[in-house]
């Protein structure tokens, strides 16, 4: 069973130790058991470590010593670079570290899992709390986070961890001087190449792409729905970009906490070398966020072809038949025909349970209605140092090939269905990698809107033939 750290944390990490820096996972409570013993047995005298925990509600949180752990009778010892730090609150990125300031820093005691001064773990032993559904590990709380051997900087035991300490897993990592990510021997996916040639195979492909004649309409419908900064908007400069011949940054796109999205966008994308517009739209919505998201009833509303372009999406009350535009009686062409789940896959396993079960919620609507659904990755190259240095490295990547593995179980979809891609962020020209993991990407989407289509298409027939057969 692999960790769960992502490139993303282990730059922060890194960062806050001061070094680039390699992580080696020792311990994990759930594959290696709630036993003191076996966490010293493993962890012991082996030198620096970072100890994760991860909260039942998508905090994740922990701490770092310079020094090796050691077993004793029962001892307080002192490591003067020792921190403690969070990462997430509530599937939130929002790191801050918590340095030393006095006193003891951490427990050396034979019958103690990983005990810090201000983060205690268990005692002797621990299973999973058998009353719980969650299959979570109830931990010690004494002196949680509560600022006497390190600066809190204002936090407290509730802002960092919800003034619990339930987890689903804690992990113990060496940590060592860095080495590059690893690249696998061979591809997890198949590719054509990644050339200049395969891209405008691929956009040749795309821009003669025609929806299915029989349903007699213009173009398809792709709906992007995701978490708040997953990537939505970029995804859509990145297609207006490819097609453009330059970086475009059409739709409003950043790192805000709430979505800069907060209308329905119906959008077309013109090629440049024809200036003709393709024959789909991409249609933006309002991003996912705990506490603050679309209603139900207004995606049930998109779904089905109600809601008119720029709908302004209200969190306190939704759309109904008196909303200016709402049309009453949508054909095939107004409604959703292929939905895209977008997720940031430097987060992927620390989504709250909030926004997770907001997804699945809109997952149920998109399924009851037999529209064909996949996943976009994004930020697979904040995941991936591999990556990061080259995007067509993408299907050597073990990082993101076990992100994928992640969402599609999260998602309850075949892999195939889950697409890594590289939104347009920091670069100043286009690259043939990014471009053509966002036209595999959009490409497949247009196979599965033709599904749907082939779908409604024979409803239709089935409901003549059976017109016919009562006449």
């Known amino acids: 069973m692999d960790g769960l750290l992502t490139c993303k944390i282990k730059t922060q990490l890194s960062h806050w130790i001061g070094k680039d820096s390699q992580f080696i996972l020792l311990y994990k409570l759930s594959r290696d058991g709630g036993s003191a013993k076996k966490f010293h047995d493993v962890c012991d005298n082996k030198g620096p470590t970072v100890t994760i925990y991860y909260n039942t509600d998508n905090n994740v949180y922990g701490g770092y010593l310079s020094d090796s752990w050691r077993t004793f009778r029962s001892n307080y010892s002192t490591d003067n670079a020792a921190f403690l730090y969070k990462l997430y609150t509530t599937g939130n990125w929002k790191p801050v570290k918590f340095p030393h300031i006095q006193g003891e820093t951490h427990l050396e005691k034979i019958s103690s899992g990983p005990w810090f001064y ?4 268990f005692q002797t032993s621990i299973k999973v709390d058998e009353k719980s559904l969650s299959n979570f590990y109830s931990l010690s709380t004494s002196d949680f986070f509560d600022g006497q051997r390190f600066d809190m900087k204002g936090e407290t035991a509730q802002s960092v961890a919800n003034a619990h300490n339930n987890v689903t897993d804690l992990e113990v990592y060496l940590v060592k001087e860095f080495l590059p990510d690893e690249e696998l021997q061979s591809p997890w996916r198949d590719s054509k190449g990644w050339n200049l040639q395969v891209v405008q195979e691929l956009k040749d492909s795309i821009a003669s792409y025609e929806p299915l004649e029989e349903m007699k309409i213009p173009e398809v419908n792709i709906l992007l729905i995701g978490q708040v900064g997953a990537g939505k908007s970029s995804f859509l400069n990145t297609i ?35 200036k003709k517009y393709l024959r789909f739209r991409i249609c933006d919505t309002s991003g996912v966020k705990e506490g603050a998201t679309i209603i139900n009833e207004d995606i049930g509303f998109i779904l089905d072809g109600h809601l008119p372009n720029q709908y302004k999406f209200e969190l306190d009350s939704g759309a109904s038949t008196k909303t200016p535009g709402f049309v009453k009686e949508p054909t095939v062409k107004e409604k959703i025909h292929v939905v895209v789940f977008i997720i940031d896959g430097s987060n992927v396993s620390f989504l709250s349970k909030d926004v997770v079960k907001k997804l699945k919620e809109i997952k149920s609507l998109v399924i009851e209605r037999g529209i064909p659904h996949l996943v976009f990755l994004t930020k697979i190259d904040e995941i991936c140092e591999l990556v990061s240095d080259d995007v067509s490295k ?29 939104n347009y962020e920091k670069e100043h020209e286009l690259q043939t990698s990014i471009n053509i993991l966002a036209l595999l990407a959009l490409r497949k989407s247009l196979m599965f809107a033709d599904d749907f289509l082939e779908n409604q298409c024979e409803l239709k027939q089935e409901n003549m033939e059976a017109l016919n057969k009562q006449d």
């Open 118 to 121: 201000s983060l205690p773990s």
């Open 240 to 274: 207006n970009s490819i097609f453009k011949g330059e970086i475009s940054f059409r739709a409003c796109t950043g790192g805000a906490e709430n979505s800069l999205t907060q209308k329905f966008h119906k959008l077309l994308v013109r090629d440049l070398s024809t």
């Open 394 to 422: 993408v299907y050597k990547s073990k990082t993101v090939r076990d992100a994928v593995n992640r969402a599609a179980d999260l998602f309850a979809i075949p892999r195939s269905n889950v697409l890594p891609v590289k």
